[in-house]
């Protein structure tokens, strides 16, 4: 074989890698205008989304950085920037007030599920259980889960209910649901 054919073989087969891994690619959704990569971690891919600045800047306060790198699998409830912004005002430069650690770890570790669950396998949960299923969370916390349509739905333990915006945000270590609503732990 030539060093020209080689060189074509070699071309051909990159550029089907390329266009191979772009296919995989298309299939995670956009979130706040940055692509989210499969191969990617939940803090590697959180950290790029313009939508989830708070929610990066409270993961960091909290110390939670090394845990939501790590293996996993994790569902995490991703409120967005909005979401954060709706609470009372003060309430977020409160929690990140090193005083407040416990209460920010709390509240954010019940955005987190110790498995990994895309939509269809909640609205399976959901509909397994006649309409609600219950949600434990790494915090301790107890949501409830429903859906309408093809939209998945938390209820916290206040009452309050988030949409989920963005649904199955593949990760390498578990999956990512955009919600529009902080999720907060019965006080």
Same mark, same amino acid.
């Given at each position: ?12 087969? !990159? ?5 191979? @891994?772009? &296919? ?6 956009? /979130?706040? =205008? *940055? ?59 409160? !929690? ?5 650690? @416990?209460? &920010? ?6 955005? /987190?599920? =110790? *498995? ?72």
């Amino acid at each position: 074989m030539t060093a020209r054919k080689s060189t074509a073989i070699l071309i051909v087969a !990159l550029a089907a890698t390329a266009a191979f @891994a772009g &296919l995989a690619r298309a299939d995670n959704p956009m /979130v706040g =205008g *940055a692509p989210m990569y499969a191969e990617k971690n939940i803090v590697e891919n959180a950290v790029n989304s313009k939508d989830h600045t708070t929610l990066v800047a409270a993961v960091k306060a909290a110390g939670l950085v090394e845990t939501l790198s790590g293996p996993g699998p994790f569902t995490v409830f991703a409120p967005t920037n909005d979401a954060f912004a709706a609470l009372p005002a003060g309430t977020v430069e409160n !929690l990140l007030k090193p005083e407040n650690k @416990a209460m &920010l770890t709390k509240i954010l570790t019940c955005h /987190v599920v =110790g *498995a990994e669950a895309f939509a269809k396998d909640v609205m399976k949960m959901v509909d397994d259980d006649k309409g609600a299923h219950t949600v434990k969370t790494v915090g301790g916390c107890a949501f409830t889960a429903k859906y309408m349509g093809d939209k998945v739905m938390i209820e916290d333990e206040m009452g309050n209910v988030a949409n989920v915006t963005i649904a199955d945000v593949d990760q390498s270590n578990g999956v990512i649901h955009v919600i529009d609503k902080v999720l907060l732990p019965k006080m």
